[in-house]
């Protein structure tokens, strides 16, 4: 699976979402999540941020590899549901991103 990482947090630029075929990035309060089971590892979400938020999930950089946690567990409650416009947002971040330093911008 591909790994939205701390940069997107209260940046949320969403260019990830026009680009993804299986609508799979949902969209919290303050950062955006890649569905673990519903990305099909096309990549194309990847290249599209400004803020280079996005990496594969081997290719995390060593201070945000906890955000492979964080994608996978923010969905625990939620299951699958099988495409981010028809659900929408997430009520909550995970405590992780609740807890990151805020982003004035
Ligand atoms: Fe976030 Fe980058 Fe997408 S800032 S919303 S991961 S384009
Ligand atoms: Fe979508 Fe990016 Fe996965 S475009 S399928 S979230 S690699």
């Known amino acids: 699976t591909y790994v939205i990482a701390q ?5 949320k630029d969403r ?8 609508d ?6 303050r950062k955006l999540y890649i569905h673990p089971e519903e990305c099909v590892d ?14 594969y999930e081997t290719d995390i950089p060593d201070e945000w590899t906890g955000y492979l946690d964080v994608e ?5 409650p939620l299951g ?11 009520s909550h971040d995970h405590p992780v991103v609740e807890a990151a330093p805020a982003v004035v911008t």
Request: proline letters at 14%.
């Open 72 to 76: 996978t567990e923010v969905f625990a």
């Open 42 to 55: 096309c990549g194309a979400c990847e290249p599209v941020c400004p803020v280079d938020a996005i990496f």
């Open 24 to 29: 799979c990035i949902y969209e919290g309060p």
């Open 7 to 11: 940069p997107c947090v209260d940046i």
């Open 80 to 90: 699958s549901p099988g495409g981010a416009s028809g659900s929408g947002p997430l």
């Open 15 to 22: 260019a990830c979402i026009d680009e993804c075929p299986v």
